[in-house]
């Protein structure tokens, strides 16, 4: 059972709900870090310290020179005071100086978790979800409080933290750097595994031995990026897929960050995340507040798959929120890549037509259908229907699509402003931008400035009118550029480094909004693809695209990459032409089909241009797939086998009541003479049996895990394979 006991002699606080421990605890009034791990029933009252009169670690107190800040384990280390590893927090204070010491104030413990104000984060459905512990540090010279918070779940093996800061001091402070995490490990034997990825080529895994030194990943772009994910993790040199110690962080956020492994001079490992540093600042007048975005924990003593059912599961039943929540999500037809800017009302009902007969759900009508955006230098901002593509407005097409039986999405960048717009010539000064320098263009485009109460305003009004005027049941929010020369008209020079937090806070309200107002609509983020695949965004929008990269084999790193985190019912994944459009590669239909399955299923190709036999099979994986679809969107997800490893991949679904498996396998480059594969299957019930759907051939669940299955060799590059089974 969640508890978080507090042992009154020591300053001593244990949380843990009987599969992990997490203790803190109080000594000479500063916070230091005792355990991260597998439950343990208490920590012993006299478990030493590592403690030495270690050379030129400074003390706070002359007469131990054995207690120094720079060498204990920490759980929120200021700066300046002795500690010489890198601090969660730092602080200009009014004197010009940056030195902090926080100490132990006070502590309180509830059932539940508090909302965190105008941020994403997890949340309970009850209060006997998960316990939280919140901290209260205090700078006595300056006022400064920080009230850490903790948050343990019943549930889930992991811990969400976040810290509040407050002024109580007579004079303004500058927070300029504030982890939302800190944790101290005693050693440095630990690999350190992060996702690195690009425009098209979201999330790959990278596992390096931990070094000497600070090893940092983040993003300064004022979005989390396609370069980094919001994510870092320290395995045990000996973690595999099943096995293993694993401790990660991913941060509730969707802006700059930063997440950071210290090793220092004595080998242990201070491991961080939070906003980056290099492009914030936040003025703290006195009473006032601030909080940081919420960092989420996981513990995993089961390797890699451990850590991410404990990502899986935590997002998809206390992150994501609204109706789509629990709902099956629809198959749908994209006209991106079928027509990109060159359409006309007449093509887009084509496609609309063919897709519902193949039983395809939702047709979404993607960029180029306002102002006069004939290609991507024009218009953004004017949210208005081109009356020359779209003759019968959005209404007229939007109904015309509904009376045919299918659901009408649209794609919207309400974020942004084309220079040639009738907005940004009304708004000029609307823009993230520093007045006489000349802005960076990005697509040819500027970003509009959400730090800004009038901006949010205007675009909540622009979507929201266009969602009333026509018949819309999905909307697809699109983000193409970057961040950079950030300043914003109304800010004073003493705010400017708020810039893009305040950006951040404002498009939280406005999809608040939005999705507060439009409870029934279906929204999917995205930003160039997966530029925001967030757990941030995942809070007000259920669903993301997943990249920009449509090609069946370059997805399978994508989307297994992104598994580590996020479960497949919140990645878009879509089938696309052939040669694609990306990568000029050849794949078949039923790999492409394999792949796009194994997520949020759509497709994004001219089927008007389909041969009658390519569409029989379309028909046949809508079908297959709206059979297998409960299982793929809310079963239980596990990898097999590993596209970074080699020229293989495979994952596999259980569904919530272990009924039905479902699997998919994929053979990258075939080889001449390879050696014959074998599929183990994982997570199975050893005594019960399967039925393969396919064949009738009846398998022991012990035997699909440990003798697994062979699999058939290869006929080609890129050939696939899925099974269903039936719990018999
Ligand atoms: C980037 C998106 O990721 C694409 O799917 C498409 O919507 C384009 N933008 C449209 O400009």
Redesign the pocket.
Known sequence: MVNITYREQDQLFHLTNGRISYVLQVQRGYLLHRYWGRAVRRLNENRPLYRYDAGFSPNPAPEDRTFSLDTLPREYPAMDNGDFREPAVCVENPDGNRVTRLTYLSYSIYDGKEPLEGLPATYVETPADAKTLVVVLQDSYTGLKAELSYTIWEKYDAICRSVRFYNGGERPLTVRRCSSASVDFADSDFDLLTLWGAHINERNMERRPLSHGISEIGSTRGASSHQFSPFIALLRPNVTEESGEVFAMSLVYSGSFAASAYVDQFQSTRLQIGLNTRDFSWRLEPKESFQTPECVMAYSAAGLDGMSQVYHKLYAEHLVRGEYKHKERPILI?N??AT?FNFTEEKLLEIAACAKELGIELFVL???WFGRRWD?NDSLGDWVENLQKLPHGLKGLSQRVVDMGLRFGL?F?PEMVSVNSNLYREHPDWIVKVPGRHPSFG?NQLVLDLSREDVCDFIIEAVSRVLEDSNISYI?W?M?RHITEAGSALLPPERQGEVKHRYMLGLYHVMEVLTTRFPHVLFES????G?RFDAGMLYYMPQT?T??DTDAIARLKIQYGTSLVFPPVTMGSHVSAVPNHQLGRVTPLSTRGACAMSGNLGY?LDITKMSDEELERVRTQVSIYKSIRPIVQFGEFHRLKSPFESDEAAWEFISPDGSAVVAMSFQILNHPAQCPATLYFTHLDPNADYRDEATGNIWGGDELMNAGIPLPRASSDFSSQMWVFTRV
């Open positions: 994209n991106w890549e990109y993607d960029d180029g991507d794609w960048e697509r697809k699109d193409n995205c930003s160039g693809g530029g695209w990249s920009d994004e």
